[in-house]
């Protein structure tokens, strides 16, 4: 079978086993993100020793579907299996060539709607309201988990206000402290299907 014209890649399973003298992940590199899929684009030695390549997209993390996934969500997934766990179990497909075809730094890209106002609290911060459509195109900005960056949306073309919007955890908690403080009744933000 075929995807646009290509083999479909086959899928594999890869173990990695945690090494006592390999504790670090730092030359473990993933980019894409919902939308996108989630490639491996940089690997340490021991890793690449257990199996996985650079240009695999991954499908399931530790028996989670991780197909439709955020950066963050596969970030945490990989990082805390093996700071806390001894092994790692990846269902991938090796494709090169989607990994090509994302742009260099490429995270998320998908779209929420606003359930809730919030003012910018901090520079940079972008100020959202109800019924806003955001195009999301990282959850982990600057590495950072409390926050997103995102553009506002106006029909289906992209504004030129752009900035950061707190993530879905955060939102959900500034919701919870305004609805405990009676300041506000609003909900937090759900996706736009």
Not at 52 to 78: K, N, P, W
Request: some cysteine; overall charge negative; proline content about 3%.
């Amino acid at each position: 079978s075929s995807t646009n014209g290509r083999p479909t890649p086959l899928r594999r399973e890869v173990i990695v086993h945690r090494r006592a003298e390999e504790s670090t992940l730092e030359e473990l590199e993933i980019c894409g993100g919902r939308g996108n899929g989630v490639y491996i684009s940089m690997l340490p030695l021991w890793m690449k020793e257990e199996g996985l390549a650079v240009g695999d997209r991954m499908v399931y993390i530790s028996g989670d579907d991780v197909q439709d996934a955020t950066y963050e969500s596969c970030h945490f997934l990989i990082h805390c299996s093996l700071v806390y766990g001894s092994s790692l179990a990846f269902i991938v497909e090796h494709d090169p060539a989607g990994l090509q075809k994302l742009p260099k730094g490429t995270r998320d890209n998908f779209f929420v709607r606003c359930e809730f106002n919030y003012v910018n609290i901090d520079s940079g911060e972008l100020e959202i309201s109800r019924g806003d459509v955001l195009n999301v195109l990282d959850t982990m900005h600057e590495d950072r988990t409390d926050s997103w960056f995102a553009f506002k949306m106006k029909g289906s073309q992209r504004t030129s206000m752009a900035g950061v919007v707190p993530s879905k955890n955060r939102a959900s908690s500034l919701v919870i402290r305004r609805r405990s403080s009676q300041v506000s009744r609003d909900v937090d933000m759900d996706e736009v299907v």
